[in-house]
C-alpha cells in the first residue's frame, strides 16, 4: 500500500509540474525567419501565433508569392523551434524518458 501511496504523490507532483510547464509555454515565444530574415514569426511556446515582422520591400504587389512563401517558411521555422523548446522541457520534467509519439499536451 505504501507503494501505491508513494505513486500517487509522484502523480500529483508530475501533474502539478505539468500545470507549470503550460504556463510558461503561454510566456516563451520562438522565433522563425526565413528569406535571410527578410521575414520573422513569433509563436508562443504553445504555437500560438503572436506577430509576423516582414521587410518592407516585400509589400510589392509582383513579390505577393514570394511574400507568402516566407511567411509559411518562418512559421514552419517557428514552429520547429517550438516542438524543440516543448521536447527539451519535457525531457527535464520526466527525467528524459521519452514522450509517446502523438502524445498532445496542449
Known amino acids: ?12 507532483q508530475l501533474q ?6 503550460q504556463a510558461e509555454l503561454d510566456r516563451i515565444e520562438v522565433e522563425g525567419t526565413a528569406g535571410g530574415g527578410m521575414v520573422t514569426v513569433r ?3 504553445k504555437g500560438e501565433l503572436k506577430g509576423i515582422t516582414a ?11 514570394i511574400f507568402e512563401d ?9 514552429r ?10 519535457m525531457k527535464s520534467l520526466t527525467g528524459g524518458l ?3 509519439p502523438g502524445l498532445k499536451l496542449f
Do not use: C, N, W
Not at 1 to 12: L, N, S, T
Not at 80 to 89: F, I
Open 1 to 12: 500500500m505504501a507503494d501505491f501511496m508513494g505513486m500517487m504523490k509522484q502523480a500529483a
Open 16 to 21: 502539478q509540474k505539468m500545470q507549470e510547464l
Open 43 to 45: 509563436l508562443t511556446g
Open 55 to 65: 521587410d518592407p520591400s516585400l509589400y510589392k504587389p509582383e513579390e505577393k508569392d
Open 70 to 78: 516566407l511567411i509559411v517558411a518562418a512559421h514552419a521555422d517557428a
Open 80 to 89: 520547429r523551434k517550438s516542438e524543440e523548446l516543448l521536447q527539451d522541457k
Open 98 to 100: 521519452p514522450l509517446p
